[in-house]
């Protein structure tokens, strides 16, 4: 889990992503929040993800799902 406040080092294809904003470090701006998706087309049960939003280079991004901010950060133990 990631708390408000958090730096987060970018892995390579976090790098990869923000690069026209030039961003290898974020932070997070807000605590987790609970998201639903809801598919009417099959399952009886939403789908639940846990998001954050996120600033980089000065520039806000909202609800980022915390399993894709897992593959485009670094662990802790590998941030120097």
Do not use: W
Not at 33 to 62: A, F, R
Not at 64 to 71: A, S, T, Y
Request: charge should be negative; glycine fraction near 8%.
């Amino acid at each position: 889990m990631f708390s408000k406040g958090d730096l987060l080092k970018f892995n390579s294809h976090g790098t990869e992503l923000f690069r026209f904003v030039t961003g290898s470090i974020g932070i997070v701006a807000s605590s987790g929040k609970v998201l639903y998706e809801y598919d009417y087309y099959g399952m009886d049960e939403p789908t639940q993800y846990i998001v954050y939003d996120i600033i980089v280079c000065g520039q806000l991004y909202n609800d980022i799902p915390k399993e894709f901010l897992d593959r485009i950060t670094q662990d802790e133990k590998n941030i120097e």
